[in-house]
Structures are given as structure tokens and as C-alpha cells.
């Protein structure tokens, strides 16, 4: 599941880091919650 996040986010990062953010995973639950922690720009 992991793994499959990540890609999802490899895929939107390029558009935060335009805007000057950026966003990287913090944990994947075991019931599905995903955690991310959003940097730069969109740490707001």
C-alpha cells in the first residue's frame, strides 16, 4: 500500500514544488489513513 501512495504523490509533487512546496510521507495505517506532512509553501 505504501508503494502506491508514494507513486500517487510522486505524481502531484512536481506541482507543489512549482509553487515552492512540497509533500512527503509520514505513515500508511493499517485501517488506510495516510499521513503526509505538506513542506515549504503549503506547510500552512
Same mark, same amino acid.
Given at each position: 500500500? @505504501?508503494? @502506491?501512495?508514494? =507513486? =500517487?504523490?510522486?505524481?502531484? /509533487? +512536481?506541482? #507543489?514544488? /512549482?509553487d &515552492? &512546496? $512540497?509533500?512527503? #510521507?509520514?505513515?500508511?495505517e +493499517?485501517? $488506510?489513513?495516510? @499521513?503526509? /506532512? #505538506?513542506? $515549504? =509553501?503549503? &506547510? &500552512?
Amino acid at each position: 500500500m @505504501k508503494e @502506491k501512495v508514494e =507513486a =500517487a504523490l510522486n505524481k502531484i /509533487r +512536481p506541482m #507543489l514544488q /512549482r509553487d &515552492g &512546496g $512540497g509533500v512527503e #510521507l509520514v505513515d500508511v495505517e +493499517p485501517d $488506510g489513513v495516510v @499521513k503526509v /506532512r #505538506l513542506t $515549504g =509553501a503549503c &506547510g &500552512g
